[in-house]
């Protein structure tokens, strides 16, 4: 847990260091600041939900993925 918890943080210094699409689009920024953080609950969370957790945490991936790619599209 710590080390997802870790790696989504390094994941997002690393994105934070790219400043102009920061600057740029602060409403991604903050949209996928947020979704980090909801898959590091999610990842922290008791295992046994019914499948239900994990299928939220695959969801929230693909909507990191996606506003990824909406902010590389919008630097295009």
């Given at each position: 847990m710590k080390i997802s918890m870790t790696l989504a943080a390094a994941?997002?210094?690393v994105?934070?260091?790219s400043g102009e699409a920061l600057a740029?689009?602060?409403?991604m920024?903050?949209?996928l600041?947020?979704?980090?953080r909801a898959r590091a609950e999610l990842v922290a969370?008791?295992?046994d939900k019914g499948g239900h957790r994990v299928a939220?945490?695959?969801?929230?991936?693909a909507?990191?993925?996606?506003t990824k790619a909406g902010i590389a599209y919008a630097n295009d």
């Open positions: 994941a997002l210094t994105f934070m260091c740029a689009q602060p409403h920024h903050n949209a600041t947020a979704l980090m969370a008791r295992p939220a945490i695959r969801a929230v991936d909507a990191i993925r996606q």
